[in-house]
């Protein structure tokens, strides 16, 4: 039981982050990114392979570097292997497409990647993966799990902090105005693409480190890990949790990620083996729909700093004219 | 030389495949403006319904048409119960790809339910392969191939020369302007949805028949390849969009006789990618629908 409520808020606190880097890209800035587990997908590989030395898989296999720094060093270098990687993506897309176009586009790049890792197997061991990644310290399982779930929780705890300061702070401010409304933006004397790009490093750092204890803490990685319904899913999570808000965010990865696979534990089991995946995906999607149609804030909306007052209802020119025929 | 040819072949048979679905895309982005992300699960959709039909002893063509009326159908309900009512609330664009995300787990997965993750296969023989001129083609392909341009000039005779299509290509070139002229625009939009849904149904079983095996994650696989193709044409240009799978069939089929196979799907990512980057208004187009 004790095993099982750790296990259980380990994952939670992993998930957590990569939906509190999510929001600094989707919901602060607008940045959607369809791709975002193929970044937390990058620090799992780095940090595995920068950490576990050559010899750890029993079977041989083949991966690049095969080094065998200590695993803080292996962490923060998953995580800025991911940012840099963000920012070539950021730097070839982002700042040329339209929101739909951008979607097919990251999309498109996750399959690439994921093909390339799938097939080409001196880089991490192709379809196989890796396997047999060492514990950060030698224990019990147990304490093993007590000791990560202290390190993903203060982990967790400092980029929710940052995310807080980054949402008060006038750069912060910057990327939501720049969200909302890019003409007036401008309008305004900020043109520069640049606080996007540090917003989407900065996200794509921390989808690294969620790897990285990812990684650590389930010893194994392989392409059948990061399939592109992962990057959803997450984005599933922060809409219903709350877009744009951390606490939202958080909220999201319990309950949507979470709080559904172990309540579907206590399905009664009918079919076969894959059908609770699938159910719990169809109340996903069921769930995401439903959200974005009648409450699109999510279970905690964005919240508006007072000295904005409440935000003015945004009045789109399609809604406007929607407006009308409804009053006609 | 002889191996090109053969990679030319296969490429005009993956071309007859795609282009029915692009054009399926085509159609329905140039009427209501957004694109999509629940179509590849539309075509697995059409694809399981005919397979379906097939194990209950029903001939493989009307099985097909039978899944192109169950996908048409689906089309058109989804179109009512999820995109018509953020559409009518003016929703920005994202919102609506983020529901057709929503859409697709939820087929997908239903999928899954009803008919299980393991790869199914119909239960019909193409055929050996024939050398047709330099091609080497089996009489799946040429059947499929027939088929394929059939739907297609039928489509252009009725975009061009019926009342319908008029109003199709009116209300794709002016929502507002349609209607005041009108056009039932919301019933142009449903009927659009049906017509893709079982154009991409046909696709769907197509493809199956090509790659012989059938999951619930067939089409959302493809759903970029079509993605492809679409892009290259012009959003929202169903012409553009045949052209455009022809070229993607054949670069698809043609690298992958001379690269290593499994990159193949990855070619058409790329092209997808690049060309979005550099000519987003496609290649053939001069304005696209969506720019």
Redesign the interface.
């Known amino acids: 039981m004790v095993y099982y409520l750790t296990d259980l808020l380990v994952l939670g606190c992993i998930n957590s982050i990569m939906v509190v880097g999510l929001n600094l890209q989707y919901g602060y800035t607008?940045l959607?990114n369809f791709a975002y587990y193929t970044y937390v997908a990058i620090g799992a590989y780095v940090a595995a392979v920068t950490t576990m030395g050559r010899t750890a898989m029993a079977g041989g296999g083949t991966y690049i570097l095969g080094w065998t720094l200590p695993w803080y060093v292996g962490l923060l270098i998953g995580g800025v292997v991911a940012a840099i990687l963000g920012a070539v993506v950021f730097g070839?897309?982002v700042r040329?497409?339209?929101?739909?176009?951008l979607?097919?586009?990251t999309?498109?790049?996750a399959?690439?990647f994921w093909?390339?890792i799938?097939?080409y197997e001196p880089l991490f061991n192709g379809a196989t993966g890796l396997y047999h990644v060492p514990n950060i310290i030698s224990t019990s399982t147990t304490r093993y799990g007590f000791i990560m779930l202290a390190l993903s929780a203060g982990i967790l705890a400092i980029f929710v902090w940052g995310s807080r300061r980054i949402f008060r702070s006038p750069f912060g401010r910057l990327l939501r105005s720049m969200r909302e409304d890019e003409a007036v933006t401008a309008a305004f004397g900020r043109t520069s693409w640049q606080p996007q790009l540090w917003i989407f490093m900065i996200g794509c750092f921390i989808a690294g480190i969620a790897g990285g204890l990812f990684v650590f803490y389930i010893t194994a990685w392989s392409p059948y890990a990061f399939l592109p319904l992962e990057s959803?899913i997450l984005?599933?999570a922060l809409?219903v949790g709350g877009a744009g808000n951390y606490w939202g965010a958080l909220l999201g990865a319990f309950v949507l990620i979470e709080g559904l696979a172990e309540l579907s534990r206590f399905l009664p089991s009918f079919?076969?083996g894959?059908?609770v995946?699938?159910?719990r995906?169809?109340v996903?999607?069921?769930v995401?729909?439903l959200m974005?149609?009648y409450r699109?804030g999510g279970l905690i909306p964005e919240r508006w700093l007072h000295w904005y007052g409440p935000p003015a209802k945004p009045v789109?020119?399609?809604?406007?004219?929607?407006a009308a025929r409804r009053a006609r | 030389m002889s191996q090109f040819l053969v990679a030319v072949g296969f490429g005009l048979a993956t071309a007859s495949v795609v282009a029915l679905a692009a054009v399926a895309v085509s159609l329905q982005v140039s009427v209501t403006n957004f694109i999509n992300f629940a179509y590849g699960d539309f075509m697995t959709f059409g694809a399981y319904i005919a397979w379906s039909a097939t194990r209950h002893g029903i001939n493989l063509v009307p099985a097909i048409i039978l899944g192109g009326i169950a996908t048409g159908l689906l089309g058109v309900l989804a179109n009512i119960l999820v995109f018509r009512p953020f559409m009518r609330q003016g929703v920005r664009p994202v919102t609506l790809l983020i529901a057709g995300v929503g859409l697709s787990f939820i087929v997908q997965n239903a999928l899954t339910v009803i008919w299980g993750a393991e790869p199914v296969r119909f239960n019909v023989t193409l055929g050996n392969s024939l050398h047709v001129g330099p091609f080497l083609l089996t009489p799946g392909d040429l059947v499929m191939f027939g088929t394929s341009v059939t739907l297609l000039v039928l489509l252009h005779v009725m975009l061009a020369y019926t009342k319908f299509g008029k109003a199709l290509r009116a209300t794709s070139n002016n929502s507002d302007l349609a209607k005041a002229c009108g056009i039932d625009s919301e019933r142009v939009v449903s009927i659009t949805w049906f017509l893709a849904g079982l154009l991409t149904a046909v696709a769907g079983v197509g493809l199956v028949l090509q790659e012989s095996t059938l999951d619930p994650t067939t089409g959302f696989t493809e759903l970029f390849v079509i993605f492809g193709a679409v892009i290259l044409g012009g959003i929202g240009r169903p012409y553009g969009a045949m052209l455009g799978a022809l070229a993607i069939g054949l670069l698809t089929e043609i690298s992958g006789a001379y690269l290593n196979a499994a990159y193949k799907t990855s070619i058409a990512f790329g092209v997808v990618i690049v060309l979005l980057l550099f000519r987003p208004q496609g290649l053939f187009a001069t304005k696209g629908k969506i720019s």
């Open positions: 607008g959607l070839f897309t040329r497409l339209r929101s739909d176009y979607a097919i586009v999309v498109s790049a399959f690439i093909n390339i799938n097939t959803f984005l599933a809409i079919g076969n894959a059908d995946g699938a159910i995906a169809i996903i999607g069921f995401l729909i974005l149609r699109r789109l020119p399609r809604a406007r004219f929607a």
